[in-house]
């Protein structure tokens, strides 16, 4: 008998009830590390997360672990530096691992699932504050920005390219002897503008490689998802 999986029962149960005015879809950020042990059971949500519709998930690996034995091969000071970010607009010096950050202003733990699908839901029975439009032609992405009514304020717009999966055999650390599927890996994190938020915009990307991106609109000083789109 194959078990369903709890985040997609949390999320029938919970997304009927607030229903879907969002317009985009919401992202929620894994910090997570190869070398931490209360991580795998966060990652595994993840997993199940990534595959809803209406959600971008992306997993950032940090590296401030890989003194403990394992050096993360995804781990990134970038990343670690983006989620001290997150903790200093919250006006907080605590970070930690497992963390999600969904929609870029609700810090929560990693494996706390009815928190997170709670706040998932939440958020897709908002509107989107940002019309975004993307497409490609050929490696150039094209990206249209149009405030949905009042104007955003200053945002940055972010282009991400992650890696679908990849299964690591951890050989030493506090997972040693573990093998661990991720999922959505980001492999680049680039700021491209600095959108004023007042009126529409037009952008251009030149991309490279064939990995999925996604487009993530985020408020400058808030940290607040604006608006956000993915291509295969």
Known sequence: MRLVPLAVVLLSLLLPQVGRAQTSPVVIELFTSQGCSSCP???ALFRELAEEPGVIALALHVDYWDYL?????F???AFTARQKAYAKAAHSRRFYTPQMVVQGNERLVGHDAVRIVR???AHQALPAAVDLDVDLEDDLLNIRLTPNGV???TADVHVVRYMP???VEIEAGENAGRTIDYTNIVTEWDTIARWDGREPVDLAYRLTGDEPVAVIVQGSRSGQVYSAASLP
Not at 69 to 73: A, I, L
Request: glycine content about 16%; aromatic content about 4%; proline content about 15%.
């Open 165 to 167: 999966s990849s299964e």
């Open 119 to 121: 706040s998932i839901a």
């Open 151 to 153: 104007p955003v304020g």
């Open 69 to 73: 034995g394992w050096r993360d091969s």
């Open 75 to 77: 781990g990134s000071p």
């Open 41 to 43: 059971p966060a990652d």
